[in-house]
């Protein structure tokens, strides 16, 4: 198949960053569109990043921490977890296919399960084929100019208009 | 010396708007007095060519409130950006899309034939449906195109300011109007309400526990209210998410949250950050009974992007199924 997906995945620091370095110095392959991000815990993963990273481009996202337990932060993992849940049903409603998003837990020492979790993930992204989402604006670059500098005008001059008693007599009213 | 002019045009909207001008009490013949109105449709009889006649930047400011789903919406708000100093996007339809923009979830065909052929109270054995152009008598009649999509208004032209709510509250409104006539105007793009979430004002706020836990969410019908937090009680409550500034309309009327007042400064979008919110005061760590939980929430996206979801990251390119 010619597509290529990007998959944007966010790793934890603790888990399944190590495991993805681990898989590294196996020399175990996968696809150069699986981009990570690592960040300190999957409950720092808001879902506001997740949308973000569809919005930017991304085909697929998966959010990868430590086992249920094993969270760094005792319950981190958890959090993620419960938002994930809810997150896809949300995406489901706004049209998002259910294989794009994925949670996975992943250990430090689970380096083949990473590399096989993540051609999984790749594959079944690679049969939905690209998130066709167009930018879809009746924002015309036209307009945006003249109101640009209609926007400089200083807010003085709407009080040029107005007398200073008549400002006063509304504030008061109001 | 001239009065400042100003207009008041909706788009879709539900006329709410116009009536929390009124909500300013004897103000609102102050307001109008002091300026001189170009268009309001609602109340008076201006023409849509007086506008196109004035000069550009000659409206000092023109509020529009409404979300914009065809042309004829498109067209009035551009007219209206060149003739004004200012826009003011007002109340939550402009804003962010508001109500009107929950049709973003269905496609504009099904839309059509639900409102003309198969509603229950519809008689339309030819199947009729709007059409832009038809000719009654040798002579053409032209209908405004409905488009695909409902947008919020900074999606079709440049905003300044925003008055956030469904309605705007009365103070709100005020402190705007104020603020204009003075010049003492906050940077443009700015949301003229205070930048906290609405829990700070909450009259309910002391009966908000520091740990939030919830097994079951129920509907606002399903429990006798005790005048606790509304969350504390397990009904999804958005304050956490939402702007205050609303005076607690909804909650002094013991209804939660629904957000229409939009996110603080720093959220982009108030939906999946509620959401987030939400999920983590579940007070569970089990998959299964998470599961279950999570099916209390009837229609979340309709509940978390209730005004927002023209304007939500992913509701700006929505892909719709139906």
């Given at each position: 198949m010619d597509f290529k997906p990007k998959i944007v995945i966010f790793v934890c620091n603790w888990c399944s960053y190590a495991a993805a370095d681990g898989a590294g110095m196996k020399r175990a392959k996968y696809p150069a569109g699986i981009k990570l991000i690592r960040v300190m815990c999957s409950g720092r993963v808001d879902p506001q990043f997740i949308l973000q990273a569809f919005h930017q481009g991304a085909d697929g996202v998966m959010i990868m921490g430590c086992h249920p337990g094993d969270c760094h932060y005792k319950e981190g993992n958890y959090k993620a977890l419960r938002r994930a849940k809810l997150l896809q049903k949300i995406l489901d409603q706004l049209g998002v296919e259910g294989d794009r998003f994925k949670l996975e837990w992943v250990?430090?020492?689970?380096?083949?399960?990473?590399?096989?979790?993540?051609?999984?993930?790749?594959?079944?992204?690679?049969?939905?084929?690209?998130?066709?989402?167009?930018?879809?604006?009746?924002?015309?670059?036209?307009?945006?100019?003249?109101?640009?500098?209609?926007?400089?005008?200083?807010?003085?001059?709407?009080?040029?208009?107005?007398?200073?008693?008549?400002?006063?007599?509304?504030e008061q009213i109001l | 010396m001239d009065k400042p002019k100003a207009a008041f045009y909706w788009c879709a909207s539900c006329g709410g708007c116009e009536e929390s001008l009124v909500d300013l009490n004897e103000a609102v013949i102050k307001v109008l007095t002091a300026v001189d109105m170009v268009l309001m449709p609602v109340a008076m009889d201006f023409k849509y060519e007086d506008v196109r006649k004035l000069a550009d930047k000659e409206i000092t400011v023109s509020f529009i409130n409404g979300a914009i789903r065809t042309s004829e919406q498109e067209e009035l708000v551009k007219l209206l950006r060149k003739k004004s100093i200012y826009v003011i996007a007002y109340g939550a339809c402009s804003h962010l899309g508001g109500v009107p923009g929950l049709a973003n979830f269905y496609k504009k065909e099904s839309i059509l034939d639900r409102a003309y052929i198969e509603s229950e109270s519809t008689v339309n054995p030819e199947k009729k449906l709007p059409k832009m152009k038809t000719t009654v008598e040798g002579k053409e009649l032209e209908l405004p195109e409905f488009y695909d999509r409902v947008y919020a208004l900074n999606q079709v032209i440049d905003v300044d300011y925003y008055i956030p709510g469904c309605p705007p509250v009365p103070d709100v409104v005020k402190n705007a109007i104020v603020a204009l006539l003075k010049g003492a105007l906050p940077p443009k793009g700015s949301i003229l309400t205070p930048n906290k979430s609405l829990c700070k004002d909450c009259p309910r706020q002391e009966s908000k526990p520091d740990k939030l836990s919830i097994k079951e969410f129920k509907r606002p019908y399903e429990i006798m209210?005790?005048?606790?937090?509304?969350?504390?009680?397990?009904?999804?409550?958005?304050?956490?998410?939402?702007?205050?500034?609303?005076?607690?309309?909804?909650?002094?009327?013991?209804?939660?949250?629904?957000?229409?007042?939009?996110?603080?400064?720093?959220?982009?979008?108030?939906?999946?950050?509620?959401?987030?919110?939400?999920?983590?005061?579940?007070?569970?760590?089990?998959?299964?009974?998470?599961?279950?939980?999570?099916?209390?929430?009837?229609?979340?996206?309709?509940?978390?992007?209730?005004?927002?979801?023209?304007?939500?990251?992913?509701?700006?390119?929505?892909?719709?199924?139906?």
């Open positions: 250990s430090a020492s689970e380096a083949d399960r990473f590399i096989k979790v993540v051609n999984e993930m790749y594959e079944n992204v690679q049969k939905l084929g690209p998130l066709d989402y167009k930018a879809d604006t009746l924002f015309s670059s036209e307009v945006a100019e003249t109101v640009e500098q209609g926007s400089e005008t200083t807010p003085e001059s709407v009080t040029e208009t107005l007398d200073n008693n008549e400002t006063e007599e509304i | 209210d005790n005048g606790d937090c509304f969350l504390q009680q397990g009904v999804i409550c958005l304050g956490i998410s939402t702007r205050t500034g609303c005076e607690s309309s909804c909650i002094n009327a013991n209804m939660p949250c629904r957000g229409c007042f939009g996110p603080t400064d720093n959220v982009m979008e108030s939906g999946s950050k509620a959401s987030s919110a939400i999920s983590s005061i579940i007070d569970t760590n089990d998959e299964q009974e998470i599961d279950a939980i999570m099916d209390t929430i009837v229609d979340p996206a309709g509940l978390f992007y209730r005004y927002s979801l023209p304007a939500s990251i992913l509701g700006k390119n929505i892909k719709i199924k139906k």
